[in-house]
């Protein structure tokens, strides 16, 4: 049985990624701040047969991450999706930054996934997939960027597609896969109700993308439908 860990999986893309991968037979590790609280994800559980697991994980606190990774079963793990992220508060242009959201922001969404990629990468190596993935945003892309503002939220994920490209190349001769994927315009708390897809549609998508990565594909930023995005 294949092993997915997804942090953030308490809501929005996390949650729809823990629950198809279940669905399809996957054991699947949750990772969220509050498992207790995690209401939609226990939901799930009773019709998933013993393969979803919650996980206790605070990527902002080094020492959660830690205790997460050599806690419980210390199994492979296939493929590891950073998912957690916050958006910070919004209309931050140059005069009106608010510098303790910044840092926030920047913790959550860019130390984060670098340190779940350093306490996991063992289980990680262990695997036959050897895949880890990120979930960034177009707003990341440097090329992609013409209307400006949010600044904390767009500077975390330029920041995050350059820790996984760097990771990818200090990887390469383990052969893991590290690739950052924009997941689209998702109806979530992050993304509103006017965004055009939701969130079932968007990790469908980029599972069928997950599937058939391989280390040739390492270090590239994807688009949830397999396009390559712009740096």
């Not at 998912?83 to 242009?93: E, I, R, Y």
């Not at 689209?184 to 968007?202: C, F, H, I, N, Y």
Request: hydrophobic share 40%.
């Amino acid at each position: 049985m294949n092993t997915v860990l997804v942090t953030g999986a308490n809501r929005g893309i996390g949650l729809e990624f823990a629950r198809q991968y279940a669905v399809d037979g996957w054991r699947v590790l949750a990772g969220c701040r509050n498992p207790d609280s995690a209401q939609a994800l226990q939901r799930l559980m009773p019709d998933m047969e013993g393969r979803l697991s919650l996980v206790d994980i605070d990527v902002t606190d080094v020492g959660s991450v830690q205790q997460a990774a050599v806690e419980g079963d210390q199994g492979a793990i296939d493929v590891l999706i950073n998912c957690a992220g916050v958006m910070g508060k919004s209309d931050q242009t140059i005069g009106t930054i608010d510098y303790d959201d910044w840092e926030h922001v920047l913790d959550v969404n860019v130390l984060g996934p670098a340190r779940m990629t350093e306490a996991f990468l063992e289980r990680v190596a262990q695997s036959s997939r050897r895949t880890i993935v990120t979930i960034t945003s177009g707003m990341g892309s440097l090329a992609d960027n013409t209307s400006g503002g949010y600044i904390p939220y767009r500077t975390s994920k330029a920041a995050v597609n350059m820790v996984m490209r760097s990771a990818a190349i200090d990887l390469a001769r383990q052969r893991i896969t590290c690739v950052v994927i924009n997941p689209g315009w998702v109806k979530t708390d992050m993304g509103g109700r006017g965004a055009t897809l939701t969130p079932e549609q968007s990790v469908s998508a980029m599972r069928r993308l997950i599937e058939r990565l391989g280390p040739k594909d390492s270090g590239r930023f994807y688009n949830y439908d397999g396009r390559e995005y712009p740096w």
